[in-house]
């Protein structure tokens, strides 16, 4: 798409990395709201459960749009070019091409439901809604994993050469 490929990869790199704190911040949300700690701890999964899951809540939702948003610019070269070699029934990678359309909608989702997932994470935290955060945060905690694997392995394959060229 653009001539400068290194503006490309920058772009996917970072895209990646936002993903990553994404994945983070919202696993680490999502043990501390089914397994929350009442006691001091002193081992590593007690520390991960140990977290304010309510602090992550703005960051969340900031690191889904960023991530999305960069996702959107990457997206037409890779309409562009992945997608076409993919579609080739010839070369049998059609799954692959599903799967990176799965990803597109199921990240669409998660983007629909942010302005929930902010509403029910905003302070004051009501006891009531202990059941919809976690939910809310479970579903996006499994959009976001799905997307990054599913994004991961088309990357990696391109790049190592799994993907034919066309």
Do not use: C
């Amino acid at each position: 798409m653009w001539l400068n490929t290194n503006l490309w990869l920058t772009l996917l790199t970072i895209h990646g990395i936002l993903a990553f704190f994404l994945l983070g911040a919202l696993t680490h949300q999502a043990i501390a709201v089914w397994a929350p700690v009442h006691a001091r701890v002193s081992n590593f999964f007690g520390h991960v459960r140990a977290v304010s899951a309510h602090d992550y809540g703005g960051a969340i939702v900031v690191l889904y749009v960023l991530t999305f948003l960069l996702g959107m610019i990457v997206y037409p070269d890779y309409k562009l070019t992945a997608s076409t070699v993919l579609s080739n029934p010839a070369f049998k990678w059609v799954k692959a091409l599903d799967s990176f359309e799965f990803k597109e909608h199921t990240l669409a989702i998660g983007l629909a439901l942010l302005p929930a997932y902010w509403y029910y994470w905003r302070p004051p935290l009501v006891p009531a809604r202990d059941f919809v955060r976690a939910m809310l945060t479970t579903l996006l905690t499994i959009i976001a994993w799905m997307g990054f694997i599913v994004g991961h392995i088309l990357n990696n394959a391109g790049g190592l050469g799994f993907l034919p060229s066309h």
